[in-house]
């Protein structure tokens, strides 16, 4: 399984954008990058994912560097209910029941 | 609301005591999943059921005895338990476990063994 390393917490102002770094240096080619949130006193929850082209949805975008080792969620308005540990996990599309969770980043957004 | 509701929130138990942790998802999935998290470490995969079948079993001590009696709920039954198995348990589901789908977690059960 690839590590990552993330930092342990990062702040944020409200309606500011955020961006959230991870570092995947051994990920496969057949990793997709897969990132949940843990909301306080809640289960993880998707949030994206992607295996080389950027991403977006509703929630995020997704930034993944061209050496894949690296990606970025970007939230682009960061609000107090974005609060929560973010997880990046690199993810085997065939053996896809092990998410792996690492210990994550914990985001603080300031009102 | 994600679909995965776990009974009861909160559980209190002794170490002699035989409690049990109830599953139910409403998304139509064939997978479902207990793990569990414990202060200061990252979650911890415990079981996964495909169709009612156990495909893993992540070295969980037996004193944790899953079941799943249909492809919508899915149990962790609790017998002799230590204060160290306090924690957040968490369950949850997938459409299936090979094809990398969304997991869909619930709430959690927290679990203090006193």
């Known amino acids: 399984d690839a590590k990552t390393t993330q930092p342990n917490s990062m702040e944020s102002n409200e309606e500011e954008p955020v961006h959230l770094p991870c570092n995947h240096s051994?990920?496969?080619?057949?990793?997709?990058i897969h990132w949940y949130r843990q909301l306080p006193s809640q289960g993880p929850e998707y949030v994206i994912h992607g295996l080389t082209s950027n991403v977006n949805n509703r929630m995020a975008s997704l930034a993944i560097a061209e050496d894949r080792k690296s990606s970025t969620l970007i939230l682009h308005r960061a609000t107090l209910r974005d609060a929560a540990v973010y997880y990046c996990i690199p993810r085997r599309m065939d053996s896809s029941y092990k998410l792996i969770f690492g210990s994550g980043t914990r985001l603080l957004v300031r009102p | 609301e994600t679909g995965v509701t776990q009974t009861p929130r909160h559980l209190v138990m002794g170490m002699t005591n035989k409690k049990s942790l109830k599953c139910e998802q409403h998304l139509g999935h064939n997978a479902m999943y207990w793990y569990k998290q414990s202060a200061k470490k990252p979650l911890e995969l415990m079981f996964v059921?495909?169709?009612?079948?156990?495909?893993e079993n992540n070295s969980v001590p037996s004193r944790f005895s899953p079941e799943c009696p249909n492809s919508s709920h899915l149990f962790l039954h609790l017998h002799t338990l230590q204060p160290e198995d306090s924690a957040l348990y968490l369950c949850?589901?997938?459409?299936?476990?090979?094809?990398?789908?969304?997991?869909?977690f619930g709430e959690g059960s927290w679990l203090t063994v006193v």
């Open positions: 949850a589901s997938s459409q299936d476990p090979f094809s990398g789908n969304t997991i869909y």
């Open positions: 051994t990920i496969s080619g057949t990793d997709y």
């Open positions: 059921y495909s169709l009612e079948e156990r495909v």
